[in-house]
């Protein structure tokens, strides 16, 4: 069949419109002349078939639904029954579902992240803050503004109000004081009861300062206190005292550091010790002989990781005063006078912030004066202390130090033993309650002596202390002691020890009044050195 022609087309179409027009209208049924011309369709004229015509399309049936509804796009007249979707046009989009299980959301919300300082976006917040704050708004001068009180903060309860404020020297802070006390005293020089000992009247005179520094970097603490107690009715038992220390630590890195250490003693020796005794019952020593010591140490400080390297190089001196007989004759104390050179390391390791066990060593050598002492022994000696222990803070209430170890000298007269001994050195502090300090001291020591025969003293003593405030300016303090001389070489051993109890009243922060008493007894193997004494006094202390 051959294809139709355009013009064949226009033809068919032209035809089919002529039929439909000269068609009858249904019975009951409107004529097509008097319905609307809207409801016609347009027909196409009719063209000569030669023309090259085209027909006018339709106009397209309305749409049901738009692309902002979401719906599908399809034909539908305005009376006919909704048309359904035809194949192959997508669902419309369904409505979201709630999220199952529902999230969570927390009643108490945790606060947004705050960024570094110097984080990227601290530094973008930094740079979009305006630089300068809009001038505040000032009402004008004809509008009353009702003035805002300031509330006065409410002052802070001190906890220690009668503690001394100190003195400061830039960014360190001294905190001088002096004493003036006195009392009795029921036996001045110590002396047992076969001397007949004198009791007598005293005053005393004690001032001193105590360090504390500030600094960011470096370190500096110090304490120094010094006296004199004069016997009115017994001026040969008149005396001096004083004792120091000091610790400096100089950082040099982070790791790294210098640390300086000094002390100082001035104490005297009592007339009826067996160091000082004649061998003759009748004479004996009237003075009290001085004893003078200074020393210092010196060394670098290092850090590894939790590892702590200590080495510091020890250097003391200690003078003698000669001594009176009560013939006459003089004790020559002088020539017992000694240099004593030394090293220390200590090496430590910080298990936890609350422990830090160590091991230390230390080796020194005693030069004297002279080579020989008034009883004619080579006092010249070499020793070491090797001893372990930590450095503990068990709870929050107990901190300190305790160790042990051994000690041994060798002199250099064959004559004399070496002083050797297990030392055992402990200081703890048990805090119960702010109103309540218990301290407990323990050392061990090799101490030189002049006791003919005897190489030295291995003395051991053991103090505790409780000090509890009754009320916030007033102080009860329970003193008690203990302590052993074993003059090795020798038979000599002694015992001694002492209790004793002091109230402080403080008036102001600056002015406090004192009062004690104290119980002093030995009890010693060596003739005639036996000893008990009572002392009672009173007095008043300025400190700032």
Same mark, same amino acid.
């Given at each position: ?7 064949? !087309? ?7 419109? *002529? ?28 063209? &000569?078939?030669?023309? &090259? ?14 692309? +902002? ?20 046009? /997508? ?13 969570f959301a927390p009643k108490t ?80 020089? #110590? ?7 004198? /009791? ?5 005179? +004690? ?8 600094? =960011? ?18 001026? +040969? ?11 400096? #630590?100089?950082?040099?890195?982070? =790791? ?6 000094? #002390? ?56 003698? +005063? ?17 240099? &004593? ?22 080796? %020194? ?7 020989? &002492? ?45 002083? !050797? ?42 103090? *505790? ?15 008690? =002691? ?13 015992r001694g020890g002492g209790v ?22 030995? %009890? ?9 004494a009572n002392v009672y006094s ?7």
């Amino acid at each position: 069949m051959p294809s139709e022609t355009p013009r064949s !087309r226009i033809a068919s179409a032209a035809l089919c419109a *002529a039929l439909l027009a000269l068609a009858p209208a249904p019975a009951g049924a409107q004529s097509r002349s008097d319905a609307p011309l809207s409801n016609l369709a347009p027909v196409a004229p009719v063209q &000569d078939p030669g023309d &090259d015509v085209s027909i006018p399309a339709e106009p397209a049936p309305p749409l049901r639904g738009s692309l +902002e509804d979401g719906g599908p796009r399809f034909a539908a007249s305005a009376d006919a029954a909704p048309a359904r979707r035809p194949k192959g046009y /997508p669902a419309p989009y369904p409505a979201p579902r709630a999220p199952y299980p529902p999230p969570f959301a927390p009643k108490t919300p945790l606060p947004l992240l705050e960024s570094y300082r110097t984080s990227y976006v601290a530094r973008q917040n930094l740079r979009l803050r305006p630089n300068a704050t809009p001038p505040a708004v000032t009402p004008p001068p004809t509008v009353a503004v009702t003035p805002t009180p300031k509330q006065r903060p409410k002052p802070k309860t001190e906890q220690n109000p009668f503690d001394p404020l100190g003195v400061a020297v830039g960014s360190t802070l001294l905190f001088p004081y002096v004493q003036a006390s006195g009392g009795y005293d029921d036996n001045p020089n #110590r002396l047992a009861p076969e001397f007949n000992p004198r /009791p007598s009247a005293f005053f005393r005179g +004690e001032g001193g300062v105590r360090v504390k520094s500030g600094w =960011d970097r470096h370190s500096l603490e110090g304490e120094l206190r010094g006296g004199y107690s004069e016997y009115v009715d017994y001026a +040969e038992a008149s005396r001096p005292d004083a004792t120091g220390q000091a610790a400096a #630590r100089l950082d040099v890195t982070r =790791d790294a550091a210098l640390d300086l250490r000094g #002390r100082m003693s001035l104490d005297t020796m009592r007339p009826g010790a067996p160091a000082l005794a004649s061998g003759l019952p009748s004479v004996y020593v009237v003075n009290r002989p001085v004893v003078l010591g200074v020393g210092a140490q010196a060394g670098p400080r290092q850090k590894f990781g939790r590892f702590n390297v200590s080495l510091r190089g020890l250097f003391d001196r200690v003078w003698y +005063e000669n001594g009176r007989y009560s013939d006459g004759s003089t004790l020559e104390l002088a020539r017992s006078s000694y240099n &004593d050179f030394g090293g220390l390391l200590r090496v430590s390791y910080e298990a936890t912030p609350d422990a830090e066990p160590f091991v230390e060593g230390t080796l %020194d050598r005693r030069i004297h004066d002279a080579p020989t &002492d008034f009883n004619g022994f080579y006092r010249d000696s070499k020793g070491y202390v090797l001893r372990a222990g930590a450095d503990v803070n068990l709870t929050a209430l107990v901190r300190g130090e305790i160790s042990g170890g051994y000690g041994r000298r060798d002199y250099a007269d064959p004559r004399l033993t070496p002083l !050797r001994g297990p030392v055992i050195d402990a200081a703890l502090i048990y805090t119960p309650s702010a109103l309540t300090t218990v301290t407990l001291r323990g050392a061990t020591s090799l101490n030189e002596t002049t006791l003919a025969g005897a190489s030295g003293a291995l003395s051991r003593s053991l103090t *505790a202390t409780l000090s509890h405030d009754l009320l916030r300016n007033l102080n009860v303090t329970l003193t008690g =002691d203990y302590f052993t001389n074993n003059y090795q070489g020798t038979d000599v051993q002694e015992r001694g020890g002492g209790v004793g109890v002091r109230l402080e009243y403080k008036i102001t922060r600056s002015v406090s009044l004192r009062g004690g008493y104290m119980h002093e007894m030995l %009890d010693s193997s060596y003739p005639n050195a036996d000893y008990t004494a009572n002392v009672y006094s009173a007095g008043l202390r300025f400190q700032l």
